[in-house]
């Protein structure tokens, strides 16, 4: 089987999972408890804690150790905008992920915050002046993806947080699909989210970076953990492994991102040149460097998917957290691509361990798959 779908989840690290099992066996102490166990593992959290801040830039003390990206989106979302001492504007785009958009709709419905969407180009990105354009002196948040999951559009996440800063707004970016493959450090954002199992740790870990002392309003209320912003018994263990992937990954990132990139390239221009009316969503470049993503006009894209997993070839629809829903992308609608022409999507998302004969092995099987039709 070739797994083309690491933009839903990728496989453990060898490295991460033996980093974690003391922390499962011998050292299975509460971090907050004071005693020798306790003191154990709560030394096994910082020194996470201390990894984890070094890979983005940040001090320690702003990492907090998450479930995932969906509530490091809600932590920083819901949490910097309840707790902001400014107006109750929010800005975001139409094309984020879910966990964005839903955060952004809770504080609007229930906490009657207004919400402007900024304009996003044909590539898939807003830029600063798009930014601009909707920010008002009222604005408390912005929150825009670094990387998006469904068309592999990579944002200038620096010049978007300055454009924020101009009218004194806070920017957080969902960094789970960059994590790994791009440059997490001087993004000049005050809140950053990731996800471990995007990159080598276990389902179920993640963090959000919340910079400096910025007030933030606890979503889980509880015991005070995390310095009091995320309450519950800290998951050591996978702190750990999501510590030891991120360091894996960042040291790897530079070298693993040009060399998936000219594969990612030679994927594309083959399929592209398998189905003529074949369309690439999102740009030819910025572009994830392990990122590609098509529609195929008139073909059913589930029907694609089935057939090259037929011959051995994983891939997906797009974004895992919407499989088996009846409605088109939201991301590629919004983009402006006919409903559907959105229901033919097919994303195939390289992993660092693909290789050119990997590639080829794709291409070939979508070639032969779109030969007869």
Request: charged fraction near 20%.
């Amino acid at each position: 089987m070739l797994y083309l779908d690491n933009a839903a989840t990728t496989p453990v690290r060898r490295e991460a999972l033996e980093a974690a099992w003391p922390y499962l066996t011998g050292t299975f102490g509460n971090p907050s408890s004071h005693h020798t166990a306790g003191e154990a593992a709560a030394a096994g959290l910082e020194d996470a804690r201390r990894r984890a801040a070094a890979v983005l830039g940040v001090r320690r003390s702003d990492v907090v150790f998450t479930s995932g990206g969906t509530e490091g989106a809600n932590l920083a979302i819901k949490g910097l905008a309840l707790a902001a001492p400014r107006g109750r504007h929010l800005v975001t785009s139409p094309i984020e992920h879910e966990a964005v958009l839903e955060s952004v709709d809770h504080l609007a419905r229930i906490h009657g915050f207004e919400v402007s969407f900024a304009e996003v180009g044909a590539g898939g990105v807003v830029t600063p002046d798009a930014l601009r354009a909707v920010l008002r002196p009222d604005t408390t948040l912005v929150s825009l993806a670094y990387a998006n999951n469904e068309i592999g559009a990579v944002a200038d996440i620096p010049a978007l947080a300055d454009a924020a800063h101009e009218v004194g707004a806070l920017l957080h970016t969902d960094a789970v699909q960059a994590a790994g493959f791009l440059d997490l450090r001087g993004l000049g954002a005050d809140a950053i989210t990731l996800s471990g199992h995007k990159l080598g740790a276990p389902k179920g870990t993640g963090l959000a970076m919340i910079r400096g002392r910025l007030p933030l309003e606890p979503v889980i209320h509880g015991g005070g953990q995390e310095s009091g912003r995320r309450s519950g018994t800290e998951n050591v263990a996978f702190a750990v492994a999501l510590a030891v992937a991120l360091e894996l990954a960042e040291a790897e990132r530079e070298e693993k991102a040009a060399r998936l990139a000219a594969l990612r390239d030679r994927l594309i221009g083959r399929v592209l040149a398998a189905y003529d009316g074949a369309l690439l969503t999102g740009p030819r470049a910025p572009r994830h460097p392990a990122h590609a993503s098509f529609c195929f006009p008139g073909v059913s894209g589930e029907s694609i998917l089935l057939d090259l997993e037929e011959r051995g070839v994983i891939a997906s629809s797009g974004s895992a957290c919407a499989a088996g829903s009846d409605e088109p992308s939201h991301v590629l609608t919004a983009l402006g691509i006919d409903r559907e022409i959105a229901q033919t999507a097919v994303r195939l998302t390289l992993a660092p361990t693909t290789t050119p004969e990997d590639v080829d092995r794709a291409a070939a099987a979508v070639e032969d798959v779109l030969g007869g039709r």
